[in-house]
């Protein structure tokens, strides 16, 4: 499930493995939960760092395309490291003033950067900054970070069981359903071509979510 590097998907020689992406549930809570509150005003979708645009086009993509999200632009966060997980400076490429950002990647460890990043960005003049991953490691000191942090919002897959004390801007979305169907697709010999692309799912108000706090 969203590999940190494609690349990885090659490694396993007598067990292929398919790339899933849990933003293919993860985008159609955020369209239903966060950005109603956003009403009318302008959007920023924003990758924390070069690698990551890919990933942060495909989310601007899906909200466009299949969910009709109007307003909306994309950004990528530039980091100057002073040394091994220290971040000397940080600037912001792409316009976010006043617009909401989400700020899209496909982990979170110790939040350090992201919560350097929500930061940089309210700083630039961006309405809220909320963000969205797929795994949600939250080791060390990461929930007492994005518990004191600008963060709005904070969604994440349940790839990794979130353990107990998770702030309550913590929401956690329900993979299970992607997984399933890729079993099944696999089990009677139909393609999973299809679960590749990031698009809205039809789910009811509340179904994928399955912890919030």
């Given at each position: ?74 950004a990528i966060t530039v980091k100057h490291r002073s040394g091994p997980g220290e971040i000397e400076a940080m600037n912001i490429v792409g316009d976010v003033d006043g617009k909401h950002c989400i700020i899209v990647d496909d982990m979170i460890d110790t939040a350090g950067t992201l919560c350097t990043a ?96």
């Amino acid at each position: 499930m969203d590999l940190h590097c494609g690349q990885i998907q090659g490694f396993f020689h007598t067990a292929p493995v398919d790339n899933l992406s849990a933003l293919r549930d993860m985008a159609p809570f955020i369209v239903r939960e966060i950005v109603p509150s956003y009403k009318e005003d302008p959007i920023c979708i924003v990758s924390p760092d070069a690698g990551g645009v890919a990933r942060a086009k495909m989310f601007l993509d899906c909200l466009v395309s299949n969910m009709r999200v109007a307003n909306i632009g994309l950004a990528i966060t530039v980091k100057h490291r002073s040394g091994p997980g220290e971040i000397e400076a940080m600037n912001i490429v792409g316009d976010v003033d006043g617009k909401h950002c989400i700020i899209v990647d496909d982990m979170i460890d110790t939040a350090g950067t992201l919560c350097t990043a929500a930061s940089e960005l309210l700083k630039m003049g961006a309405r809220s900054v909320s963000a969205c991953a797929t795994h949600g490691l939250f080791n060390g000191p990461a929930f007492d970070r994005i518990e004191k942090s600008v963060l709005q919002n904070v969604v994440v897959a349940d790839t990794i069981p979130l353990r107990a004390g998770a702030p309550s801007k913590i929401r956690v979305v329900s993979c299970a359903e992607l997984i399933a169907e890729a079993i099944y697709c696999i089990n009677h010999g139909q393609s999973v071509s299809g679960l590749f692309k990031v698009q809205a799912v039809a789910t009811s108000p509340g179904k994928d979510v399955i912890k919030t706090g």
